[in-house]
């Protein structure tokens, strides 16, 4: 079955405004508001989890302090926050709880399975409940700091600390019937902690940790089909690191975001240049000390660090790379009272949303959004979809505002345009049969298409599996 990988839509006058992040250019009314309710969860939340749905839901799982420590996931469907199934669905109690969505749009949770003996477990929502994939507790020894990514393909990966292996760094993969690991099982040169696993765009497992065989700074490694390798030096950090967040650009190039001890425990960011890592900007570039850091990119390309702001009395702050600088997203300090468990994701219109433990609401999960106030009117961009995707046939195409200059082009990197069509009525029919297959590979707010000679980035505006793209 054929992807639908890109499709380059000059639909004018819209394509000067969607290019960047709404909140880019956004007037100085826009503030950070609470979604739904403040402390919505029944208890005390621990390991704030956030990701959209493929609608644009946002979910949050947590170990729930109101369900005997068990996991619990909970969606906001724009009015409220509702339950997923059934709060505290896990056996016993649960730990390090990770929150992904598949390509095919089911929410996964992995996490530190108590009555496993502390092993790792992977549960999904199947639409009424939660279920095991594969079996409870598959992992070799106790799994500590599960992380869940998803490979293009739609496998389940899981990095954690395995202590069966001396509590270095192991991860599974779930083949349909089976957990496998990946490579050989504590891979890493001693002790991985904090880690976060993401896959690049050609589906290439990649694992950032605190690494304890290199002084406690930060080790990146991937799986290059054989053997786990170093992505550059080992250690690279200037000093030791913590809470660290791993994650890939809309480029493709791998960014990781820490704690930095060698710069004052403030945050600082790493790119993955091909050679080495280099500093996003100036390393330690947060106010004052911050934990709980989370990288995310915006639609624009440019990535953001939502964290435990120690300058700002422990408060949740997010900034932004804008190419020059790092720049605060809003007003710094912006949650009610100190947070914990920080986890940042952007809406399918681009607005960057914060989940944490929430001590202004007595320790009860909170989400926040940057957003226009109540009365307040976003500016408008024309609406877009594209449908079905993936599709093999035909796609639609449907859009609000039409001109003498509306055109639909799909083109290759190299500018050869392999469908052009005028827009002429709301609602358009495409064959596209005659292209050639390609991969998709799909990550948290950004999309990658690989067809031969082609790489173009998707802007996130209108649907998560539907996109627009401006080519280049």
Same mark, same amino acid.
């Given at each position: $079955? ?6 380059l839509m000059f639909i004018f006058p819209v394509v000067a405004a969607a290019q960047q ?60 926050? %509702? ?6 669905f896990s056996a016993s109690e649960a730990a390090g709880t990770s929150l992904a969505f598949? *390509?095919?749009? %089911?929410?996964?949770?992995? &996490? ?10 992977? $549960?999904?929502?199947?639409?009424? #409940? ?5 079996? !409870? ?34 991860? $599974? ?47 990146? $490694?991937?799986?290059?089909?054989? #053997? ?18 791993? /994650? ?44 709980? !850091? ?8 440019? *990535? ?12 949740? !702050? ?23 468990? !920080? ?8 607005? *960057? ?41 035909? %796609? ?27 827009? /002429? ?26 067809? #031969? ?8 505006? &209108? ?10």
């Amino acid at each position: $079955m054929k992807n639908l990988f890109y499709i380059l839509m000059f639909i004018f006058p819209v394509v000067a405004a969607a290019q960047q992040s709404w909140y880019n250019s956004s007037p100085s009314y826009a503030a950070w508001m609470n979604v739904g309710n403040a402390g919505f969860s029944a208890g005390d939340a621990y390991n704030t989890s956030l990701a959209f749905s493929l609608s644009g839901e946002p979910y949050v799982a947590y170990s729930d302090v109101g369900n005997s420590y068990k996991a619990t996931v909970m969606k906001f469907n724009g009015t409220s926050w %509702i339950i997923v199934g059934n709060a505290g669905f896990s056996a016993s109690e649960a730990a390090g709880t990770s929150l992904a969505f598949s *390509p095919s749009g %089911i929410p996964y949770v992995a &996490y530190y399975d108590a009555g496993s003996s502390g092993k790792a477990t992977v $549960m999904k929502y199947d639409g009424t #409940n939660w279920v095991n994939v594969g079996n !409870t507790g598959f992992s070799l020894g106790s799994a500590g700091g599960t992380s869940l990514a998803f490979s293009p393909s739609g496998e389940p990966y899981v990095a954690y600390t395995d202590g069966l292996n001396y509590s270095k760094a192991t991860v $599974m993969k779930f083949d349909g019937t089976t957990w496998l690991t990946v490579g050989n099982a504590g891979f890493s040169a001693g002790e991985a902690d904090s880690k976060s696993i993401a896959l690049s765009p050609s589906g290439q497992p990649y694992v950032a940790y605190v690494d304890r065989g290199n002084s406690q700074k930060a080790t990146v $490694m991937k799986f290059d089909g054989s #053997n786990w390798v170093n992505v550059g030096n080992a250690g690279f950090s200037a000093g030791q690191a913590d809470y660290i967040s791993l /994650t890939f650009s809309p480029f493709g190039a791998p960014y990781i975001a820490y704690q930095d001890y060698g710069n004052s425990k403030k945050a600082t960011v790493k790119k993955f240049d091909g050679t080495n890592w280099v500093n996003v900007g100036n390393a330690g570039f947060s106010a004052g000390e911050e934990g709980f !850091t989370s990288l995310a990119f915006d639609q624009s390309g440019e *990535p953001n660090v939502a964290y435990n702001d120690i300058g700002h009395s422990g408060k949740a !702050t997010v900034m932004k790379f804008n190419g020059t600088n790092w720049v605060n997203v809003g007003t710094p300090g912006f949650s009610a009272g100190v947070v914990q468990y !920080t986890s940042l994701a952007f809406s399918l219109s681009g607005q *960057p949303y914060v989940a944490y433990k929430d001590f202004g609401n007595s320790g009860k999960a909170t989400v926040m959004k940057y957003d226009y106030p109540t009365g307040i009117i976003e500016p408008q961009h024309s609406q877009i979809s594209v449908y079905p995707n993936p599709a093999s046939t035909q %796609i639609t195409i449907e859009t609000s505002t039409i001109t003498s200059q509306s055109q639909l082009s799909i083109s290759n990197l190299g500018g050869q345009q392999l469908i052009t069509r005028q827009i /002429t009525l709301p609602k358009t029919q495409v064959d596209i049969s005659t292209l050639p297959q390609g991969v998709w590979s799909n990550g948290t707010v950004d999309c990658f298409i690989e067809r #031969n000679d082609l790489w173009v980035k998707f802007y996130l505006l &209108y649907g998560r599996q539907y996109r627009i793209c401006w080519g280049y």
